[in-house]
C-alpha cells in the first residue's frame, strides 16, 4: 500500500513556463512534507519542504502548496529552466517514536525543461 | 548541512556474496539511515543505525539479510548479504539535518548482482 503517490512519471516543460508537480498522500499522521531533487548518479538533494500546519511555503522560484482536506501537496517552479531537469521525490515525515521520524517516499516525477 | 561520503559508488558483484557500503558522515550525528531504491521503485527505508545500539529494521528487512553497523557518530555500514540478482538497487544513507527538517542523502551505491 503506497502511502505517497505520484502519479505522473514524467513531465516536460519549455524554459521559463511553469513546472507543476503533484504527490498525494494517504495517512493523516504525516506532520512534514519535503521535496527531493535527484540528478543521475547523485543522492537526492533537499528541496523545500512544508508543514502539516501551512498551506504554503514559498523559496525563490519554488512553491509548494498543501491541500490538507485532499490529502495533496503540489511543487511549482517558475520559472523553469533547463537544470531544473531532474527526478523530484515528494516525501512525507511521520513520528515513530522516542525522538525518531521516518520519511516515506513517492516514486519521483522526472522533470525535462526543453530550452 | 553534513555533508555524506558513501563508498562504494556502484560494484558489480556475483551472486551468493555480500557486499559492505561504507558511509562517512563529516559531522557527529545520533541516527542514520539506509535506503533502497529499486528500479523503477520509491526509495525505501531499510533501517535505522542509532550509535551504541542494535538498528531497526523497517518490515520486510531482517538482520540476516541487511546486517548494519554504526561504531561511532560518524561512520556507519550496510551490508548486503548472500546477495541474488533482485538486490540490485541503489542504496543510499542518510542523516537528518536540523534546518527545516530536510535530510541529506549520500550520493548512493548501484549495485548489480549477476
Same mark, same amino acid.
Given at each position: 500500500d503506497q502511502q505517497?503517490?505520484?502519479?505522473?512519471?514524467?513531465?516536460?516543460?519549455?524554459?521559463?513556463?511553469?513546472?507543476?508537480l503533484n504527490c498525494d $498522500?494517504?495517512?493523516s499522521m504525516f506532520d512534514y512534507f519535503l521535496w527531493y531533487k535527484k540528478y543521475p548518479a547523485e543522492g537526492p538533494t533537499f528541496l523545500i519542504s512544508i508543514s502539516s500546519i501551512k498551506d504554503k511555503n514559498e523559496d525563490g522560484r519554488f512553491t509548494v502548496f498543501l491541500n490538507k482536506s485532499a490529502k495533496h501537496l503540489s511543487l511549482h517552479i517558475v520559472p523553469s529552466q533547463p537544470g531544473d531537469s531532474a527526478v523530484y521525490f515528494c516525501a512525507a515525515?511521520?513520528?515513530?517514536?522516542?525522538?525518531? $521520524?521516518?520519511?516515506?517516499?513517492?516514486?519521483g516525477t522526472l522533470l525535462t525543461v526543453n530550452p | 548541512s553534513a555533508v555524506i561520503s558513501q563508498k562504494p559508488s556502484r560494484d558489480i558483484c556475483q551472486r551468493g556474496t555480500s557486499l559492505t557500503i561504507q558511509c562517512q558522515v563529516d559531522s557527529q550525528v545520533t541516527m542514520m539511515f539506509w535506503y533502497r !531504491?529499486? @528500479?523503477? !521503485? &520509491? %526509495? +525505501? %527505508?531499510?533501517a535505522t543505525a542509532n !550509535?551504541? &545500539?542494535?538498528? +531497526?529494521?523497517?518490515?520486510?528487512?531482517?538482520?540476516?539479510?541487511?546486517?548494519? &553497523?554504526? @561504531?561511532n557518530l560518524t561512520f556507519s555500514t %550496510?551490508?548486503?548479504?548472500n546477495m541474488s540478482p533482485e538486490d540490485s538497487s541503489i542504496y543510499l544513507c542518510s542523516v537528518r539535518t536540523v534546518a527545516e527538517y530536510g535530510y541529506t542523502f549520500g550520493s548512493g551505491t548501484r549495485l548489480t548482482v549477476v
Open positions: 505517497v503517490k505520484q502519479n505522473s512519471p514524467s513531465l516536460s516543460v519549455q524554459e521559463g513556463r511553469i513546472s507543476i $498522500y494517504t495517512n515525515r511521520i513520528y515513530s517514536g522516542g525522538s525518531n $521520524y521516518k520519511l516515506t517516499f513517492g516514486k | !531504491q529499486q @528500479p523503477g !521503485q &520509491s %526509495l +525505501t %527505508l531499510i !550509535q551504541g &545500539s542494535e538498528a +531497526t529494521y523497517e518490515s520486510g528487512f531482517v538482520i540476516d539479510k541487511f546486517p548494519i &553497523s554504526r @561504531p %550496510l551490508t548486503v548479504s
